[in-house]
């Protein structure tokens, strides 16, 4: 069945899921829905690893396996005390080796085992349900077999120095993870997915599964066609999966709460100044996951650049030259993106002196965020056109002075809603190219505050899948949990 991954900054296609089979010991998690854990790891492996572990934030397994399923059982237990359902929901879990490289990682992959429609109260004729969310409806069992109704795989080579080298999983309940990744916001993520969080869709070729469209594409909307997902053509529903900012979701229960959870007011740089010309006026930015947060508050300072001896911008990348250092001192640096990470850039003009950056894109592209994370970074980041750059080193040249005439305003402006579009829609993550396993299932990266949906996992997550802190299980509402 479809998987959908979560991954620790971006990466590339992936995922599996592997057949099921029952086995191991299961774990009962009690609540309003009753969720079972199926534990699939062979002795000593994953779950069942016997590496002896410290209790750490209210987690008092001792070893890493324990540690793993009583992690498991608190983030099943979220989910059970928020869904209602008279069917047991069966998850078949194991740690496994999943896409990795030094620098990026899938954490899990999770979707429902199987899709079910026109059971017994099926609100959409046609339509495919995931297994859980079936049964709930149904009220009754579906299926032949007493089969589970998620798989679910976690990375277990995470924090090895082939996988994201640095960042191991978090096992703790408190969500003090620090640079290690919280291991029940990843399980709360995965579960998401498996319980219906996913189209059944193929958001690649359009093809729906057997010719029915999922409860997700009657609420997935694309602003370019004009159209429910459900509605489109096979073309139609490509193009919108890599349509960026024009993939919405249109479930009534998600677009009420969306003002209670994401922030009104789009970052943007607002250029001005004697030198400014006719480079002076507002632009977009994209924000960065790391640094200081953009706010109401306006900062303000004049540009300088970080320039190469043959006046192009410096990708930053190493300590800045003594003069380039001199330059941005105290002034929002411009930069150019390339060879390293966001936040490594970030770090070295603000170890100069610098009070925000701008990092302007070496290629022509729509604005995007700037990904990364270095919690010393504490000044503002934020990504600006190749064109924007351009304009901007136009005014300034390869000047090696201390100022200049140009004056940038970094803050919030207008009513919309980081993560939604002018009408109030959430945005639903379209990249171009499209991510398999990531594309068209996730809230989109530019929601602010960060979701437990989105495609990548963010560091102040908390672990809440209803309002006001995430709009998780008003979206799994919509399409009839
Ligand atoms: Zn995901």
């Not at 919309?416 to 002018?422: E, H, K, L, P, T």
Request: glycine share 12%; charged share 10%; net charge neutral.
């Amino acid at each position: 069945m479809s998987t959908n991954k979560f991954t620790r900054n971006k990466t590339a296609f992936g995922a599996l899921l592997l057949a099921a089979g029952l086995c191991g010991a299961s774990l009962q998690a009690q609540a309003a829905a009753t969720i079972v854990i199926n534990n699939l790891n062979a002795p000593g492996v994953g779950f069942n690893d016997t590496t002896p572990a410290t209790p750490i934030g209210g987690n008092n397994g001792t070893t890493i396996g324990e540690q793993r399923l009583i992690a498991f059982t608190y983030a099943a237990n979220i989910w059970g005390a928020t869904l209602t359902s008279t069917q047991p929901i069966v998850i078949n879990a194991q740690f496994s080796a999943l896409t990795c490289t030094a620098s990026s990682a899938v954490l899990g992959s999770a979707g429902a085992t199987s899709i079910f429609r026109n059971f017994p109260n099926a609100p959409k004729a046609n339509t495919w349900y995931s297994y859980a969310l079936a049964n709930k409806i149904a009220d009754a069992y579906q299926g032949t077999a007493n089969a589970a109704q998620i798989n679910a795989n976690f990375n277990v080579n995470l924090g090895k120095p082939d996988c994201l080298p640095g960042s191991a999983w978090y096992l703790g309940l408190d969500t003090n993870h620090g640079a290690n990744i919280d291991f029940v916001a990843t399980l709360l993520h995965e579960m998401g997915h498996g319980l219906g969080f996913q189209t059944f869709t193929n958001g690649q070729t359009g093809l729906q599964n057997g010719g029915f469209p999922a409860i997700w594409d009657h609420y997935l909307y694309g602003v370019t066609a004009g159209k429910l997902w459900k509605d489109m053509s096979n073309a139609e529903r490509a193009a919108s999966s890599l349509s960026i900012d024009k993939l919405v979701w249109t479930g009534p229960l998600v677009t009420a709460a969306l003002p209670s959870v994401l922030r009104q007011g789009l970052p943007g740089l607002v250029v001005s100044g004697s030198s400014a010309g006719d480079a002076a006026g507002s632009y977009a930015v994209g924000e960065a996951s790391f640094g200081a947060p953009i706010s109401n508050t306006p900062l303000v300072g004049k540009v300088m650049p970080a320039v190469e001896s043959n006046g192009t911008l410096s990708e930053a990348c190493t300590p800045l030259s003594p003069a380039n250092a001199l330059a941005v001192k105290g002034n929002v640096a411009l930069v150019r993106r390339g060879t390293c990470g966001f936040a490594i850039k970030a770090k070295a003009v603000q170890d100069a002196g610098a009070i925000a950056v701008l990092v302007a894109d070496n290629v022509v592209a729509p604005i995007s965020g700037l990904g990364g994370s270095d919690a010393s970074v504490i000044i503002p980041a934020v990504r600006v056109t190749k064109d924007t750059g351009d304009a901007l080193l136009a005014k300034l040249g390869k000047r090696t002075r201390t100022s200049s005439g140009v004056v940038a305003t970094l803050a919030l402006y207008g009513t919309q809603y980081a993560g939604a579009d002018a009408l109030g829609r959430a945005l639903m993550f379209a990249p171009n190219p499209y991510q398999g396993g990531s594309s068209v299932s996730h809230f989109d990266t530019s929601a602010s505050r960060n979701l437990l949906m989105e495609p990548a996992i963010s560091g102040d997550l908390t672990h809440s899948l209803v309002v006001p802190q995430d709009l998780t299980f008003k979206l799994l509402q919509d399409i009839g949990w």
